[in-house]
């Protein structure tokens, strides 16, 4: 495992072009796209003002910079450098900038979420969607790029409407039993599109391609409800993080319920491993760290960790949320499948410590990973079954079903790892921190050992 | 042998006397209680206050007589040698005090006994008042201990009265709660309604503001107009367009769905395929298993058909299988669902045979404990009932002993009564019994007096018969005057010999053997051969014995059967109240009549 040097980005923007071959990174008002491979910077582009929101197009061509409080996007062409484009949205405002999945549209959606602003890039041609839903998640495309679904509030009733990318027509407009919607996504497949309720109601509603209710779920009532939801990359499973602090994974035929996963505070499961991580001063003999460790480069004033396989039952620490609050700190927030949908793992919000994976195969606690503090992030390996965690410290974590380990940022200045993102071909990882970022190459020899 | 029971029943008869006097004559217990403190009186002897004197011996000896018969010693009577005079004829002077004293030890050593007896009885008397005493404590600290238990349940009851009251006033308030959320529910959605209404109205009016103003900046700038990714040409907006996108929609939910198909046939052809060899494994489980249970009842036959039928349907469907009929399918489901069924129903009964097997088992373990327990229980039972029993007579006697006034004697002599009677009624028929034995004894000694008797007057008899006959013979002869003293003499002779010899065998009889008989009366026969009714009447009379062989078997015939009736006729009457020893009797009879 090899780390490059550290290099400086604001607003932790930092993303791989799709293709994985180009690193776009902000430094305030600039645009800095590098090498992947040896890191040289190729193109720097000078943006308005700082810069709020940088995408990728999903050709990797271009690149867009959108600066939120000036309601200004520039868009970068990476093979034209002198080409330039800016859309102005004017006094209207802007909140929210995106590519179209064809890489030639861009969709803003305005202030008080007055329309969605459709432009082209072609032909600069404008086109208006009124009355977008202000929600968690309001537009979703299908992943082969050739629907849009969008969540819609008329006469305080929700409609979802399916737009075909390719010309922007209206295939299907329907309205949904939904009480508040709050979000869709569509089946990987694109097939089927996931709506669900705000957290008032516990409701998931699967809707078929053209507008037909295939079923509805509601595993109780009274209590705040849907908290996160997630397709399995096979669009197999459907899971549902609630504020009950359970997954509920439905089924793709009948969608029914096939099993939930619960997160106790006590861990008495047999066949799970619980993972706790273990710090511990330098200084103290490293010849006495065990297999599942391993820490690199260890600088003199950082602690060094290692992870220990805890004998069962193991009391997580549960923070009791406030229950007068809004938006309370309880309840399945996160929820990812692995690549290959064997795996799921989860985060509880009143267990910021623990990350819990589960085997999607025998439908069963696998592993959890306790931390020393929260977790922040955690993304799976776009190839490989295998889990990277950060956790606000300088410290990276990975796991695998082989085992856990937990690597030292060997950089200087306490390097803080506050988010990570895979390179699409899973042997890198791009560590962002408050002001910086950093790369991790994996050594795959020895991760395939 | 006699000596001793004379003594022994005298003794008896003194116990028994004594007691009776105790009980039944009062009046008497100043006798004995100055018969007992003579000794005491002994020590200070003094001539006035002396029982005996110079002068009174005569009167003295009397009484002592008297005393002594009323004691039961009327045997041994003490006499003075001479009328008037001071000296006692010593030997029954000396014999009395000999019974007396042995009377003495005899009632020392019961008294001992009896203290004995009376100390361990205190002891135990001692132990279980103990036992008693404790029982009742911890009968209180039970008692104690249940009414505490009485008052916690109460308080215990108490809290469960109050916590279901709290229990339905949280109810209440849940049910209060639920409604109040409805209601504000209800009032928020509405709210949100009308906000978003208005909301919605200031944004169409923002929208509208905005388009008034011809915002000049809402624009795009791009150098050059990009192609489009896949490098065609934009299509123009036309309903073929538009069904062109539903047809596109159309196919890839199509194709979706052929996909999802294609799986669920993958799947299920796998599904059927585990179906297929579950079946075929069940019908190999289930198959072998049928000749040996095959006839044993009438639904194993009929399982057996089925299962034969099922085979068939089996394969049938199998050839089926790759049409995907709808009925094959059915076939197959149904016969696995029998098949199944089956299995379930063999698993069951064997199931069901193995917890009985382990019940019995179970059972056969528990259960003779459990009767040993009961027995034991009941055996402990009826002991502590006899103990209960036993507690409670010694406590009243205890308790008699303690309240009552007599002394110590008499008390023992109370205690002692009821085995005395008891004794005293087997002492009474150990006395009837030696009478009738006695009796029986005197009979016997007649009647044998009367066979010997019997005997020798049939000697006589037969004497006087040869006698007679012989002069018959000597009559009924030519010569009857010349042969008449020849004969005479010979016989007179012959019968002056034999007389005495037989005087003195009838004599002897008593001790004499049958053998001697033999010796004796074998040569009769040989002298009386001519004459046959001779020998019968010897026979008759049991003077000719008779062979070795036949004597056993004659014996209960006829030959014997008017002596034998002769003696029982002389028994019978005195032995008719006793049937049981007539056996006895006239077997030892006949023994007797014999010698």
């Given at each position: 495992m090899n780390f490059s040097e550290v290099f400086k980005q604001t607003n932790q923007l930092c993303k791989v072009s799709p293709d994985g071959k180009y690193l776009a990174t902000c430094v305030q008002y600039r645009l800095v796209v590098r090498d992947v491979s040896t890191l040289q910077i190729l193109q720097l582009y000078t943006c308005l003002d700082q810069v709020s929101h940088?995408?990728?197009?999903?050709?990797?061509?271009?690149?867009?910079?959108?600066?939120?409080?000036?309601?200004?996007?520039?868009?970068?062409?990476?093979?034209?450098?002198d080409w330039h484009c800016k859309i102005d949205e004017g006094s209207i405002g802007l909140v929210s900038s995106r590519w179209s999945p064809d890489?030639?549209?861009?969709?803003?959606?305005?202030?008080?979420?007055?329309?969605?602003?459709?432009?082209?890039?072609?032909?600069?041609?404008?086109?208006?969607?009124?009355?977008?839903?202000?929600?968690?998640?309001?537009?979703?495309?299908?992943?082969?790029?050739?629907?849009?679904?969008?969540?819609?509030?008329?006469?305080?009733?929700?409609?979802?409407?399916?737009?075909?990318c390719d010309d922007w027509h209206l295939l299907r407009h329907f309205e949904t039993e939904t009480q508040d919607l709050a979000g869709l996504e569509w089946s990987p497949n694109g097939c089927v599109l996931a709506v669900w309720d705000s957290c008032l109601e516990y409701m998931v509603l699967l809707y078929s391609l053209d507008g037909r209710l295939l079923s509805t779920y509601s595993a109780y009532e009274w209590s705040l409800g849907v908290k996160s939801v997630s397709w399995s990359p096979s669009s197999q499973f459907l899971a549902i993080g609630s504020y009950d602090e359970k997954?509920?994974?439905?089924?793709?035929?009948?969608?029914?319920?096939?099993?939930?996963?619960?997160?106790?505070?006590?861990?008495?499961?047999?066949?799970?491993?619980?993972?706790?991580?273990?710090?511990?001063?330098?200084?103290?003999?490293?010849?006495?760290?065990?297999?599942?460790?391993?820490?690199?480069?260890?600088?003199?004033?950082?602690?060094?960790?290692?992870?220990e396989i805890c004998p069962l039952p193991v009391q997580i620490p549960v923070v009791k949320p406030d229950p007068d609050r809004a938006s309370p700190k309880i309840g399945i927030s996160v929820l990812a499948f692995s690549s290959d949908s064997r795996y799921l793992a989860t985060k509880n919000d009143n267990m910021a410590t623990a990350v819990w994976v589960w085997d999607m195969q025998k439908m069963s606690l696998e592993a959890v990973l306790e931390q020393t503090s929260a977790v922040r992030c955690f993304q799976w390996d776009p190839l490989r079954p295998r889990l990277a965690l950060c956790a606000g410290n300088t410290k990276l974590y990975l796991w695998s079903p082989g085992g856990c380990v937990s690597v030292q940022v060997p950089t200087e200045g306490g390097f803080q790892v506050q988010s990570l993102n895979w390179h699409c071909s899973g042997d890198s990882l791009i560590l962002l921190g408050k002001e910086q970022l950093c790369l991790c190459y994996m050594d795959t020899d020895q991760e395939d050992k | 042998?006699?000596?001793?029971?004379?003594?022994?029943?005298?003794?008896?008869?003194?116990?028994?006397?004594?007691?009776?006097?105790?009980?039944?004559?009062?009046?008497?217990?100043?006798?004995?209680?100055?018969?007992?403190?003579?000794?005491?009186?002994?020590?200070?002897?003094?001539?006035?206050?002396?029982?005996?004197?110079?002068?009174?011996?005569?009167?003295?000896?009397?009484?002592?007589?008297?005393?002594?018969?009323?004691?039961?010693?009327?045997?041994?009577?003490?006499?003075?040698?001479?009328?008037?005079?001071?000296?006692?004829?010593?030997?029954?002077?000396?014999?009395?005090?000999?019974?007396?004293?042995?009377?003495?030890?005899?009632?020392?050593?019961?008294?001992e006994e009896l203290e004995r007896e009376q100390l361990r009885k205190s002891s135990t008397l001692e132990h279980i008042q103990m036992s008693n005493t404790r029982l009742?404590?911890?009968l209180e600290l039970s008692i104690r201990e249940k009414s505490g238990l009485h008052e916690t349940e109460r308080q215990l009851q108490l809290k469960i009265k109050t916590l279901q009251s709290c229990l339905k006033t949280e109810k209440d308030e849940v049910q209060k709660l639920q409604s109040v959320i409805a209601s504000r529910a209800s009032q928020y959605s509405h709210d949100a309604k009308r906000k978003e209404r208005e909301a919605v109205k200031l944004k169409e009016r923002l929208s509208q503001l905005l388009i008034d103003r011809k915002d000049k900046k809402l624009a795009i700038d791009v150098l050059n107009c990009l192609g489009r990714a896949d490098g065609k040409r934009r299509h123009w907006k036309t309903t073929k367009a538009t069904s062109s996108h539903e047809d596109e929609m159309y196919k890839s939910l199509l194709s979706?769905?052929?996909?999802?198909?294609?799986?669920?046939?993958?799947?299920?052809?796998?599904?059927?395929?585990?179906?297929?060899?579950?079946?075929?494994?069940?019908?190999?489980?289930?198959?072998?298993?049928?000749?040996?249970?095959?006839?044993?009842?009438?639904?194993?036959?009929?399982?057996?058909?089925?299962?034969?039928?099922?085979?068939?349907?089996?394969?049938?469907?199998?050839?089926?299988?790759?049409?995907?009929?709808?009925?094959?399918?059915?076939?197959?489901?149904?016969?696995?669902?029998?098949q199944w069924r089956k299995l379930r129903n063999h698993v069951e009964r064997l199931d069901s045979q193995a917890s009985q097997a382990q019940n019995q088992l179970e059972s056969n373990k528990e259960v003779i404990p459990r009767e040993t327990h009961e027995d034991e229980m009941e055996r402990m039972r009826?002991?502590?009932q006899q103990c209960r029993e036993f507690i409670h007579a010694q406590q009243q006697l205890l308790q008699q002993q303690l309240n009552t006034s007599f002394d110590d004697e008499t008390a023992a002599l109370l205690n002692d009564c009821y085995t005395l009677e008891e004794k005293e009624r087997l002492k009474e028929e150990w006395r009837l019994f030696e009478e009738q034995k006695r009796n029986f004894?005197?009979?016997?000694?007649?009647?044998?007096?009367?066979?010997?008797?019997?005997?020798?007057?049939?000697?006589?008899?037969?004497?006087?018969?040869?006698?007679?006959?012989?002069?018959?013979?000597?009559?009924?002869?030519?010569?009857?005057?010349?042969?008449?003293?020849?004969?005479?003499?010979?016989?007179?002779?012959?019968?002056?010999?034999?007389?005495?010899?037989?005087?003195?065998?009838?004599?002897?009889?008593?001790?004499?053997?049958?053998?001697?008989?033999?010796?004796?009366?074998?040569?009769?026969?040989?002298?009386?051969?001519?004459?046959?009714?001779?020998?019968?009447?010897?026979?008759?009379?049991?003077?000719?014995?008779?062979?070795?062989?036949?004597?056993?078997?004659?014996?209960?015939?006829?030959?014997?059967?008017?002596?034998?009736?002769?003696?029982?006729?002389?028994?019978?009457?005195?032995?008719?109240?006793?049937?049981?020893?007539?056996?006895?009797?006239?077997?030892?009879?006949?023994?007797?009549s014999f010698t």
């Open positions: 940088m995408e990728w197009s999903s050709d990797s061509l271009f690149i867009l910079c959108a600066m939120y409080n000036r309601g200004l996007v520039q868009v970068w062409s990476l093979e034209q450098p890489g030639r549209h861009i969709l803003n959606t305005t202030e008080f979420h007055l329309r969605v602003t459709v432009w082209s890039l072609c032909t600069k041609a404008v086109s208006y969607i009124k009355y977008p839903k202000a929600c968690q998640k309001g537009i979703d495309f299908s992943r082969d790029g050739r629907y849009m679904a969008l969540a819609e509030r008329r006469d305080c009733k929700d409609y979802v409407c399916v737009f075909v997954v509920r994974i439905l089924n793709h035929i009948t969608w029914k319920k096939i099993t939930q996963f619960e997160h106790p505070a006590i861990i008495d499961n047999t066949k799970a491993t619980v993972y706790k991580e273990a710090e511990k001063r330098p200084g103290v003999g490293s010849d006495e760290m065990p297999l599942h460790n391993i820490t690199m480069g260890a600088t003199l004033f950082n602690t060094q960790s290692k992870y | 042998m006699g000596e001793w029971w004379t003594t022994e029943t005298s003794m008896e008869n003194y116990e028994i006397s004594s007691i009776s006097h105790v009980t039944m004559s009062p009046s008497r217990r100043n006798n004995l209680v100055s018969m007992y403190s003579f000794p005491l009186s002994k020590s200070s002897y003094s001539v006035i206050s002396a029982f005996c004197t110079e002068d009174n011996i005569p009167q003295c000896i009397s009484y002592i007589n008297q005393e002594l018969a009323s004691l039961g010693l009327s045997s041994t009577c003490i006499e003075a040698i001479s009328p008037g005079g001071t000296g006692l004829s010593t030997v029954p002077a000396l014999n009395a005090m000999y019974e007396l004293l042995q009377i003495h030890r005899r009632s020392m050593c019961n008294l009742k404590d911890q979706d769905y052929e996909a999802s198909q294609r799986s669920l046939m993958l799947e299920n052809a796998e599904l059927k395929k585990v179906l297929q060899q579950m079946k075929k494994e069940m019908m190999h489980i289930l198959s072998p298993r049928q000749p040996s249970t095959r006839g044993a009842t009438a639904d194993d036959s009929q399982e057996q058909a089925d299962l034969d039928g099922e085979a068939k349907g089996g394969d049938a469907s199998r050839e089926s299988l790759d049409q995907y009929c709808e009925h094959a399918r059915e076939q197959l489901t149904n016969s696995i669902r029998q009826c002991e502590v004894e005197r009979e016997r000694k007649n009647f044998t007096e009367a066979a010997i008797r019997l005997g020798r007057e049939k000697k006589a008899f037969e004497e006087d018969r040869a006698s007679w006959l012989k002069n018959q013979f000597l009559n009924m002869t030519p010569f009857t005057h010349r042969r008449r003293y020849s004969s005479s003499d010979g016989q007179s002779a012959l019968s002056i010999r034999s007389e005495p010899e037989i005087r003195m065998s009838s004599v002897k009889s008593q001790l004499a053997k049958s053998s001697t008989y033999t010796t004796f009366s074998t040569p009769r026969p040989s002298q009386s051969a001519p004459v046959p009714s001779t020998t019968e009447l010897y026979r008759t009379l049991r003077l000719i014995p008779d062979s070795s062989s036949s004597r056993h078997s004659n014996r209960g015939r006829w030959p014997e059967c008017s002596n034998i009736e002769d003696g029982e006729t002389l028994v019978r009457p005195k032995n008719r109240l006793r049937s049981g020893g007539m056996s006895i009797f006239s077997l030892g009879e006949d023994e007797n």
